[in-house]
């Protein structure tokens, strides 16, 4: 059985990513790019979906883990108590402390897991057990050994081949080891895929490799921003978001895995390993916040790649290089993270019309624009015409920042998105010289304006609410005031804060995303309480001037990171526990933007607001 979503590390290389428990065990790892079928799935099964452990063998070890500084290297020291007397020690006592270093080197010949223990004190009995099942969990590869003593396993049309002086057998489907180190000692094991049908790639040096790949993660976190009081917490969710980029296109995934439940036991189990145009430009609106430009040159590029063609048939979300099916399907094989089925490939929502991602990426581009990221020659003209498609798109009905699958709805929060797309389409015009018919679209602004006001608000609540003529909230209101759609001192934005602060703030102080149990979603109610809207209170109390609770809150949430400060989608609050898919891309802005907002040292939530003098 999995471990607790928290008990996981991330390892990555900007292509894939690999899920580490704390025991030791990679349970999740997809190769050779982030959406491709998992090899490693036991995360959403067993171990016979495949695994590879790494761990000492004695059962009272125990483990701290840590990311090397600035870097995605993950350490795990492991102490062993003395006189535990194992097998495999050849007899002898056994007691001491070994590290394992686990790592995907950046910019290998191919795609590659590294894993070194070494034996710091004493001698340490270890144990290695490697159950490779291609094809999401599925395929029972051909394992032969190589002439230089590793093992190559294929599988129809992939190949990896494992390296490592370490002695192993195969039994029953499973290839096991037993070694003994003593101080000082250290063994390796190089995992490489590549295709089956190429010739086996030679032997990677690993010292080189490591040493690489700390430099690249190095150099990338010595640039970061800093956020007076958090700048570790902040680096750390910057690496991370770093770390769900796909390097070779700039495309950037919501989250490395697919279908961790948003409730135990429940269906609400998505794929995240795809490109959401409103995580990637949120994504990179946090990286602009820490510093990084050159990130945001990769991501206009793919987006404009993602999009180009007739703005009708831009969609809200796209796979790695902006493909555009992304069907979704259910995994029959896999029995799903703590029997949470169905396990999902794919994501239905690609079909789905979110009015509030023109909003989000206008936006982006905007502040790219004002970060002094240079202009591209067909940027403006696709907004251009974007914006003509947006002229009539916006009155009609969608399913909303949250993808509900019931009947679509006029959302208020993706119709201010609305009023955000247009708002910096004349902001750039005005600030940038940018041509375009200016004063068309400040009527339409304004239009969209003065609809939200009189549609989505309800005297009778003082709030805004989750659409028109619903009384249902909505924590994405939290966001009225920080795209700059009114102050947060007007008296129907403190209005809607207090609603939400009364009817979605649950269980441990944490914010629901809306009350899901009226079915109007499509799905079963029960969810956990969604990290990245708790982060949003926060947000809105420092607006309106009440820093101590805001700062209350986001020690809070940062009290929710796991040990090595990797954050998933939501909480489960009474259980204690993660929920929803980890590490969390939304989740990982938010906390980014909330910290910065904290520090003063730049402030998105103003920023992004620009100080609009709204409509009233
Ligand atoms: O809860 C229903 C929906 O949940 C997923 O969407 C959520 O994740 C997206 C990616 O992070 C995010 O953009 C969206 O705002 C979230 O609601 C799932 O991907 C959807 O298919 C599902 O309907």
Redo the contacts with the bound molecule.
Sequence with gaps: MALRIEDYALVGDCASAALIGRDGSVDWLCWPKFDADACFAALLGSRENGRWLLAPRSAAATAERRYRDGSMILETRWTVPAGDGEPGSGGSQTGGVVVVTDLMPVGAACPTLLRQVRCEAGQVAMHTEFVLRFGMGASIPWVSQLPDGGLRAVAGPDMVLLRTAVPLQSHNLHTEGDFTLRAGEEAVFVLCYTPSHLPAPPAPEPAELTAQTERFWRDWSGRCGVADGWSDTVQRSLLTLKALTYAPTGGIV??PTTSLP?WIGGP?N?D?RAC?L??ATLTLLALLHGGYIEEAGAWRNWLLRAIAGNPAQAQIMYGLAGERRLQEWEVPWLSGYENSAPVRVG???HEQRQLDVSGEVMDALYQARVSGLPEDEHAWGLQVVAMRHLEQAWREPDQG?????GPPRHFVHSKVMCWVAVDRTVRSAEEFGLPGPVAHWRQLRDEIHAQVCQQGFDAALNSFVQSYGSTQLDASLLLLPAVGFLPADDPRIAGTIRAVEQRLVGPGGLVLRYDTSGGE?G?PKGEGSFLACSFWLADAWILQGRRAEAERMFERLRGLCNDVGLLS?EYDAAAGRMLGNFP???SHIALVNTAYNLSGTVTPATQRAGGVAAAA
């Design positions: 919501a989250a948003e609400r998505w995240y959401w409103r995580d994501n239905a929502a920042i949250w993808e509900m699958r979603d799905l989608e969390q891309a939304f």
